[in-house]
Each structure stands twice: as structure tokens, then as C-alpha cells.
């Protein structure tokens, strides 16, 4: 399973980005999918998840009120809309994905088995 993110880039503090992530095409529906993070010199940690009928969000307390994480019409997309964001949320932002398995929690990186390249986030 290949997950391609794009959308990363450079803002100023208080503006939006609209981060995207879509699988190879695949014959099954990926049951999770989410979004991490990881900042220089700090582990990674789990931003936004959802599941496969869109119904079902969770999100990290850094997170809530300001990031909406969605499904996409395509099967196996996911969006991650950032905004108000702060210098503090520069980081390089990863896809994630699952079918079934171990399950630590929606935000757990064990959790997720499939994993992006990352995308870049820089806010100043």
C-alpha cells in the first residue's frame, strides 16, 4: 500500500493549509485512516484520525478546534485541513493507514500499518 500526501508548504501564523493523502489503488477500503506529525527532536504523535465511513473523527487536544480531518469521495483519500495555525505546528505531517489488526487507539501510531513519506509544514 503506497499513501502519497501533498498540500505541505510554508504560512504564516493564523493561515491554512489543506493537507491530502490518497492510496494506490487498491481492491479494499482501508478501515482507519489519519495523520501524524513529528517536529524536530520530539517523538512522532498522532494530529487526526477517521474511519472508513467518515463518521468517526478523533483528534489530538493540539488539534481540536482548529484541524477538520475528512474522507474523499475517491475511496481511500483523506484530507486534513489546517487553520489558525501556530509556529508550534510546524512539522513534517505523515498519512497513515490500516485495514485490521493490533488497535491501540485512534491515535496510536502502533495502530497504523501504512505509512506516507511526509509532507512539510512550516508556519511563521
Known amino acids: 500500500v503506497q499513501l502519497v500526501e501533498s498540500g505541505g508548504g510554508s504560512v504564516q501564523a493564523e493561515g491554512s493549509l489543506r493537507l491530502s493523502c490518497a492510496a494506490s489503488?487498491?481492491?479494499?477500503?482501508?478501515?482507519?485512516m489519519g495523520w501524524f506529525r513529528q517536529a524536530p527532536g520530539k517523538e512522532r504523535e498522532g494530529v487526526a484520525s477517521i474511519n472508513s465511513g467518515g463518521g468517526g473523527t478523533y483528534y489530538s487536544d493540539s488539534a481540536k478546534g482548529r484541524f477538520i480531518v475528512s474522507r474523499g469521495n475517491e475511496k481511500n483519500t483523506v484530507y486534513l485541513q489546517l487553520s489558525s495555525l501556530k509556529p508550534e505546528d510546524t512539522a513534517m505531517y505523515y498519512c497513515?493507514?490500516?485495514?485490521?489488526?493490533?488497535?491501540?487507539?485512534?491515535?496510536?501510531?502502533?495502530?497504523?500499518?501504512?505509512w506516507g513519506q511526509g509532507t512539510q509544514v512550516t508556519v511563521s
Open positions: 497513515a493507514a490500516r485495514t485490521y489488526g493490533d488497535w491501540e487507539g485512534p491515535l496510536a501510531e502502533k495502530s497504523f500499518y501504512y
Open positions: 489503488r487498491l481492491p479494499f477500503t482501508l478501515n482507519f
